[in-house]
């Protein structure tokens, strides 16, 4: 195929060649007229400089010019480095005295465990104080991670913790395993070593499936959500401030020991397989100075069940600002409980009430048996000021438990209702009691939520 004459003469006619800018020589333009001080200055003011901005801005200092390449390896302290390569990003030498406060391993899955060692040998020598180690499988991690003295802070994901019978890290104060194999044997030697640890994490942990036991004398924050196959847990810490403490279908035995200051509290009790053999009245009663209360799932039922024969709590929470419930209101138990916490609550501020489904509807009670009961809990005229009803659907006993609060509080400054799309007029219908000039709608999980904002 030959090509056109047109064609072929446009082709024979040469490009003309690119003009190469070129850069204007020192003493022309407008970079003449402010002079350069930073690059005339010693290294050491520069070095002085950099060591009092963050590790990446200073980092990035170095990539300026070539005169500031060698700086990094200079510099007396690094606030953080990420391992995710062969070898670290800035070199960690011995002779160097350099202060490191993080170092972060998140290694792609073609780098072998034995670079994980030299890296985390290499910074035990410069001050580590937070290590935080994410792999791609439950490998285990060298012994000398639980032997770095300065060790305040370690983060462990999806890895084995080796078998340990004593380690070395008595400043740790804050442990977190998530998808961590781990043997009670060496949970033991890292509680009893770290005397100072304050916030305990545990998600989702293997190797501990027949049962898990904590004891400590100085955590205050502890987090647990249980592995699959776990079946018993056991915690004693008197000196508790915090916990949130989820169960498996497969639990069968939880025991918590009373901690007198503790002030927030989360329970998640899912429905056992078994007969789940859990008492939180003890640790509930000796909880005089919570803050904050959150039952969910069959912690209610539990409770309940606990306190069926006594008219009143034994306990009155008077810094208790926060509540929230999750219950099944075909349960005349679980109502009634209700009323006694609000009894037991004379400073409370927010309300939640979750109401689980249930295909039951003629619950055989009506508020009316419960309505007196109610009119003694002081804190729905003299605080309550925010409540928020999730999953309110058409029952009696919801209706009218709606229409009294709003009634009731006189310190009503918030509230909102969750629903169904076919709940619509009756939610309105119930909230019309006492309209607000602020009205808000939106979403809450996927359904609708109606919310009124009182002056």
Known sequence: MTRPPAAAAAAAIPKPKRKRRRRPKAGKGAAADSPDCFSNLPDDIVLAIANRLPTRLAVTLSVLSRRFRHLPSLYAHLDSLRFSSAASPVP???????????????PPKRIKPSAIRHVIAAAADHGLSELSVRLHRRVCLPKSAFFIRSLTVLSLDTCGVPPLSTVACARLRTLKLHRVYIKQEALNAILSAATGLQTLEMVFCTGLDAGCTV????????????????????????????????????????????????????????????MLFFRMRPFLDAATVLASLTLRGFAMKLLADEYKDIAKLPVTFQGLRILSVSLDFSRESEAVLLVKLLESCPGLQQLTVSAAENKKIDTGFSFADHKKMLTKASCLT???????????????????????????????????????ESEETVVKWALSVRPAPIEKRSNLFSKPYLQLEYP
Request: charged share 30%; hydrophobic share 40%.
């Open 215 to 274: 004891e400590s004398l100085s955590v205050r924050s502890f987090s647990f959500k249980p592995g699959t196959e776990q079946r018993e847990v056991t915690l004693r810490a008197t000196e508790l401030r915090a916990i949130t403490l989820h169960t498996r279908p497969k639990t069968r035995k939880v025991h918590l020991e009373p901690s007198p200051d503790v002030r927030k509290a989360y329970l998640h009790v899912a429905k056992s397989m078994e």
């Open 92 to 106: 960690l030498h011995a002779t160097q005295p350099k202060l490191l406060r993080r170092l972060d391993i998140v």
């Open 382 to 420: 003299k605080s309550l000021a925010q409540i928020k009803f999730l999953g309110f659907n058409s029952e009696e006993y919801l209706k009218d438990l709606l229409v009294f609060l709003l009634n009731r509080t006189d310190k009503l400054r918030k509230i909102g209702v969750q629903f169904q």
